[in-house]
């Protein structure tokens, strides 16, 4: 079942990432002119890459870097490009050169169409020698400019950010392992609480967007004996930390780990004895992961599974899976103070 679920947050990722604009970034070359020499191996295509990234958000655009291309240059003309491109499969290709003087950086970046066989578009910028950094936002947004009015994805610099709190709703199923397994069958899975996302646009890395989220939820379980006729009603108190990862406006795959305090009833009536109830709480962690749907502006579909361990004298180890939705309840612009 836990592979099955994996499969599946697999399976949606690469289906919505299929339908990304993807544009690959092949090795630039560089020459400085000052000491009239050319050099092959640098890492500003990874530089450049990474100033295109701090704008790009979701699925809609995704930029690849291209590894050293094996036994030859980085590509300088258009058959070198279309070349490097029919190598790497990739239908739109950045490549060009950073040339060094003595004073000055500059670098020109071309935009190779496979399809039509032809560069779509050159990119210039200039600065102060040791300001290549500043040259690569200059690139990037002129890059992305691009994009935005021939393509119809738009530049997004400096988005706005929300704080929002959630109200959680989960039922599903739970089964043990480990030296319960042979005692008990799991059956309703329940949670409850309350999560908060003090910033919904934290950081930007590979074209997604990630943010976090914390709270306090309630979890409920219940098992039934399979030696013998018993019932254990499990109570837990979790505080989960998880990292959301935006795969669009839409779609977003969390996961994340917490701690959790448990308390677990266990009800057992063995043959020719009375019934008894033991009682077990301890301190446990659990790992959790799932897909939401954002369906509505504040009503998201859920599912998610969790590895849970409660550290009881003879541990008690479990999986869980679990459908639902998630309600946001409340919802305010942070507002930045720099």
Known sequence: MKK???AALVAVTASLAAHALEIHIAPLYFINEAEDRG???????????????NYEEGVELRFTTLGTLAGRNPPQSLTDALSAAKSARADYLLYGFVAEKEFSVQAEIRLLDWKNRRVAASFFAMDEKGEEDRMFADLARKILEYI???????????PVQFMHAVLPLRLGYWTPAGDWFPLLFGTVDFIAGMTLAPRDHLFVSNGYVYYLSTGLLINYRLGTGKEYKAYDHGLSFMAPLIIHQKLNAENEIFYGAGLSYSFDFLNIEEPYRDREVQRYNAVGFFFTSGYRYWWKENLALVIDNRLDLRGYGTPLMSFSLNFGIDWKFYTREVVKKW
């Open 4 to 6: 099955f679920c994996i």
């Open 39 to 53: 050099q092959s191996y640098n890492n500003y295509h990874n530089r450049l890459a990474l100033a295109l990234r």
């Open 148 to 158: 935005d009015s021939h393509y119809g994805i738009p530049l997004i610099e400096d």
